[in-house]
């Protein structure tokens, strides 16, 4: 623990000028972000006497063990890089609201020459138009199956839609007139696209011009006796109006605006956003928090708009933002949102009407939302404490080991050979810091060199990283630490900066002997070391004859078979990967001079590396960009490779092509 006197800069050091301040703990890891119209002012509230601090804020300047600070013009300005520095440092004492769900979108992907309608989840991509979000994909897919009589839009996989064009066929989707097959050319590119925009359109609120226009359609064909149109156009009707009625109306005017709600005790505070978009509520999602700083309503809010909006731009932000209470610099929040939408966004309390009443809703979401989490979270806090407990007590450690870290080997018959690192913190995986290693000592299968190595490197990196930062006492630091890779000198994002308090290797007593013998030969002899083997889930340690056994019921050994078990996934993920790139590798890949824009020109010009074989020099010279000389070594390297087997998907087992088709 440090005194916060022994780093409190100097009187007069701190400009009175707008920024933002990092903490920094002694390991140079970045703990907390502010920002402050004043720093001079905010920064001297922390260094006052401890008694007077906020408990959670004298825990963050007792573990601090630096402060530094950059000036900005304007508030604005330091909104946009406290929000920047909270994402890229993942500072512990921050607030950081995070689903509990990685909720569906409704995503059109006009981006691409046919548009398609699917489900789509995780970071938003350039192009693509998103609705939602949505608490469930079959509500998705529900809303999609009626908006498809009206808007056939293609929903089809790349695959699906280039196995139909080459046959010439559409699928059952064309047949039925729930897709308008711009794979056999029914439509043109520019139709279908401008069929995308109709349905985007429509899901974006503006209803009534397509309703209306389906309705005078009908009425034309009944008078015409084209009695069957009319009936598929009142069909079609119908499917629009079940699918508005999905989202009742809750404002009028067709409004766009965001709700947000909050709920929070001492501990923890809950989040509940509704999106509503002409009027009806398009999505909902939520989020809960621990409370690890020192903050209000009006920080929670403010914390809760940077997380919405940090990476929206355009219509994704609302003309209307609804909060319970105000951020401490509205003025600056407002024309921050405003930037980022492209014009006027009002941020405000709402006072009466619907609005307020539909802002009670969300905060009884909220509110049901903290109650369920923290019913969730009484059990699993406990369980967890218990199991770290059991796991100290067995293997005789100081204290509960907070970080474990666990490394497994994973190979197919010796070949590539490779490890994982799995990181749990306070019990739960820390995905953030999950690491992969490549074998590169020797060639072969030995997973007790391979663990050696792998834990060698591993634990050089942070010798590394501790060198860098000059926390070495005696000054000395082992040879092998000196060449690796360490951090950006501003601190950025670090891979192997931390150390754990237990090593886990996926093994019996040579895989632990092998890693506790690359500790010892890096001097650390702080860090324990154990392994969990799976034929009767031992617990082996260092140089004993016996394992430690832990009852089948203990949580400890539940916790030690869930960390082995996550290293064991990721590390045959990351096996499977490097297998299949190697057997998908192509000929092309191994001639000199030969890039990536000529390689694609090739595939392209003659669909496949099999056509590509059989064609002589001079067709192969047709291809743009394509010299002789590059032509004869294409066709020598070509008839040189002996043709690989076919690849089979081993799901459905289909045989793939060269072009990555599949054939039956």
Same mark, same amino acid.
């Given at each position: ?13 701190? =400009? ?28 001297? !509230? ?47 004492? !921050? ?56 808007? =056939? ?16 066929? @559409? ?10 097959? @711009? ?14 925009? #109709? ?72 989040? $509940? ?50 909060? @319970?209470?105000?951020? %401490? ?5 407002? $024309? ?13 309390? =709402? ?13 009884? !979401? ?22 770290? %407990? #059991?796991?100290? #007590? ?20 010796? $070949? ?16 953030? #810091? ?75 007593? @040579? ?25 009767? %889930? ?41 297998? !299949? ?37 001079? $067709?192969?010279? %047709? ?42």
């Amino acid at each position: 623990m440090a005194d916060p006197s022994s780093y409190r800069p100097r009187p007069g050091q701190i =400009p009175d000028s707008p920024g933002v301040y990092k903490f920094r703990d002694e390991h140079r890891r970045v703990i907390y972000v502010g920002k402050a119209k004043s720093l001079r002012q905010r920064l001297a !509230n922390y260094f006052q006497p401890l008694a007077g601090l906020h408990p959670r804020t004298a825990t963050m300047v007792t573990t601090a063990a630096s402060v530094e600070w950059t000036v900005v013009s304007t508030e604005v300005e330091a909104l946009q890089l406290e929000y920047s520095w909270i994402k890229e440092f993942d500072p512990r004492f !921050n607030v950081k609201y995070r689903d509990d769900k990685s909720y569906p979108y409704l995503a059109v992907t006009l981006n691409e020459e046919f548009p398609r309608v699917q489900v789509m989840r995780g970071h938003k991509k350039k192009g693509v138009r998103y609705f939602g979000p949505y608490a469930h994909a079959w509500a998705i897919r529900e809303t999609v199956d009626l908006m498809l009589r009206v808007f =056939p839009v293609r929903t089809c996989s790349a695959g699906v839609f280039r196995n139909a064009a080459s046959a010439g066929r @559409p699928c059952l989707l064309g047949y039925i007139g729930k897709c308008s097959a @711009p794979c056999v050319g029914r439509v043109t590119p520019e139709e279908h696209h401008d069929l995308a925009e #109709e349905f985007c359109d429509f899901m974006a609120g503006r209803t009534g011009t397509y309703i209306r226009r389906l309705e005078k359609q009908m009425m034309l064909a009944a008078e015409d006796m084209e009695y069957e149109r009319a009936a598929r156009l009142r069909d079609d009707i119908e499917a629009l109006r079940k699918a508005m009625e999905k989202n009742a109306v809750v404002l009028a005017d067709a409004t766009d605006a965001d709700l947000i709600a909050l709920a929070e005790d001492e501990l923890e505070a809950a989040v $509940q956003i509704f999106h509503v978009r002409g009027g009806r509520v398009r999505g909902q999602r939520g989020w809960v928090t621990d409370k690890v700083e020192a903050v209000d309503t009006a920080g929670l809010v403010e914390h809760a708009l940077q997380q919405l909006y940090g990476e929206e731009n355009g219509d994704a932000v609302p003309k209307e933002v609804l909060v @319970p209470a105000l951020p %401490e610099d509205t003025s600056a929040v407002t $024309q921050w949102l405003s930037g980022r939408r492209g014009s006027q966004v009002s941020l405000r309390i =709402p006072q009466r009407g619907d609005k307020k009443d539909l802002m009670e809703t969300v905060a009884r !979401n909220a509110q049901q939302a903290l109650v369920l989490h923290k019913t969730k979270r009484a059990s699993d806090l406990t369980t967890r404490s218990r199991a770290l %407990e #059991e796991i100290a #007590e067995a293997l005789d450690l100081d204290s509960a080991p907070l970080r474990i870290e666990c490394f497994d080997i994973s190979h197919l018959q010796g $070949q590539d050979v490779v490890a994982s690192m799995v990181v749990f913190e306070d019990g739960l995986p820390r995905k953030s #810091e999950y690491r992969r290693f490549q074998i590169k000592g020797f060639e072969g299968q030995d997973d007790v060199r391979s663990m050696h190595e792998v834990v060698g490197r591993r634990f050089r990196r942070y010798l590394a990283e501790k060198e860098k930062t000059g926390e070495w006492v005696d000054g000395e630091v082992p040879a092998e630490a000196a060449g690796a890779e360490g951090r950006d000198e501003d601190g950025r994002p670090k891979r192997f900066a931390y150390p754990p308090q237990l090593v886990v290797v996926d093994g019996g007593q @040579p895989q632990v002997a092998a890693a506790r013998r690359a500790l010892d030969e890096l001097g650390i002899d702080d860090i324990a070391v154990c392994g969990l083997a799976k034929r009767l %889930e031992e617990v082996w340690l260092p140089g004993e004859d016996d394992p430690v056994v832990l009852p089948r019921t203990s949580e400890g050994l539940y916790l030690l078979q869930r960390v082995r078990d996550t290293a064991h996934d990721f590390a045959i993920r990351y096996q499977r990967t490097k297998r !299949n790139k190697r057997i998908r590798s192509s000929p092309l890949d191994e001639i000199p001079g030969l890039g990536e824009t000529r390689k694609q020109a090739l595939i392209k010009h003659f669909g496949s590396v099999k056509r590509l074989r059989q064609a002589t020099i001079e $067709q192969i010279c %047709e291809v743009p960009g394509m010299g002789r000389k590059t032509a004869e070594a294409v066709a020598v390297a070509l008839a040189q490779a002996a043709p690989a087997a076919p690849a089979v998907n081993t799901a459905t087992g289909e045989i793939m092509e060269d072009d990555g088709g599949t054939t039956e």
